[in-house]
């Protein structure tokens, strides 16, 4: 992504902004300009998985529909000198204090030194909704701006090749977080066992409908000098008519999950040891990638976050 960063010192033609229930578009401070400006809850929203993330030119103008392309983009922490304690630079309320200019230095070390960024396949455009998956990392979209295309800078300098492309980084100010009506409803549903139904098979499972059963469950180790952990538990069923049978005996567990960035109600379990898995549930999948889909966004998004509860290990 470094060779595309020429991400604008001059004034952005685009912007991101959340839209809220009530329609108003607010924009967001994004963590490569946070440094220079004063950041607080006030005028940064937190971003969750209800947010609609969009890039427009400003908040009555939306960006032109020739010569904006967008790439949406998740980050990805790395170990470095400059690390920062995601508590240090996002308080409980999804907010940034930017009242500390060296919280907001460290703001912006975060974002140009920590991470790394990994392109979302299909979120290519203006408007985009974080998902579970997206929970715990940040957001960005380049635009690039084909200047035949799309409106030139208000510039005396003529010195723009006509086949030039300007690139504008627009990112999230602060990690993505969970819904809480959402999050506190998979939380209820664990205590009971969670379950998950009218989900149908794409891939080698085409055609098919499942329910999906999960628990919390003491993990299964090898190594009997460690102490065992919870995890989660996962039960397939494959639905006929008024029968749900489960494709496997034993629940699976250490299963995750991922979203599909480009459609809301698409997902895939992803299941450790292929090679070991039941044979109709390693006959339905692929290399252990399980693809489904719900029956609608909220559905998939309570599957994920009860999956990412049960298997967290804090």
Wanted: glycine letters at 6%; hydrophobic letters at 35%.
């Amino acid at each position: 992504l470094k060779n595309v960063e020429r991400a604008a010192s001059e004034t952005s033609r685009c912007s991101m902004f959340v839209q809220c229930s009530a329609g108003k578009f607010v924009p967001l401070q994004s963590l490569s300009t946070s440094s220079s400006s004063s950041i607080n809850s006030n005028n940064n929203p937190k971003v969750t998985t209800s947010s609609v993330l969009l890039i427009r030119e400003s908040v009555k103008e939306p960006c032109p529909s020739r010569g904006f392309s967008f790439q949406w983009y998740r980050s990805y922490r790395r170990p470095c000198s400059t690390d920062v304690s995601v508590s240090e630079i996002c308080p409980k309320d999804g907010s940034m204090d930017g009242s500390n200019d060296e919280t907001a230095e460290d703001a912006s070390l975060v974002s140009e030194s920590c991470l790394e960024w990994t392109s979302l396949p299909g979120a290519v455009y203006a408007a985009y909704q974080p998902s579970a998956t997206d929970i715990g990392h940040y957001l960005r979209c380049v635009v690039t701006i084909d200047t035949v295309d799309g409106r030139h800078h208000d510039s005396d300098d003529d010195s723009h090749d006509e086949d030039e492309e300007d690139t504008v980084i627009c990112s999230t100010n602060c990690i993505v977080a969970a819904d809480m009506a959402l999050f506190s409803g998979a939380t209820q549903a664990l205590t009971r066992g969670a379950k998950f139904g009218n989900i149908a098979g794409r891939g080698n499972a085409e055609g098919r409908m499942f329910r999906v059963h999960i628990e919390i469950a003491r993990e299964i180790s090898d190594d009997s000098s460690s102490k065992a952990g919870t995890t989660s538990a996962v039960t397939i069923f494959q639905i006929s008519g008024t029968t749900a049978e489960p494709l496997h005996d034993e629940p699976i567990q250490n299963v995750t999950a991922i979203s599909d960035p480009s459609r809301p109600k698409d997902f895939e379990l992803i299941m450790s040891g292929a090679n070991t898995l039941p044979p109709m549930v390693l006959a339905l999948s692929e290399n252990g990638r399980f693809q489904l889909q719900a029956p609608n966004r909220i559905t998939r998004e309570s599957l994920l976050l009860a999956l990412g509860i049960a298997n967290f290990k804090g």
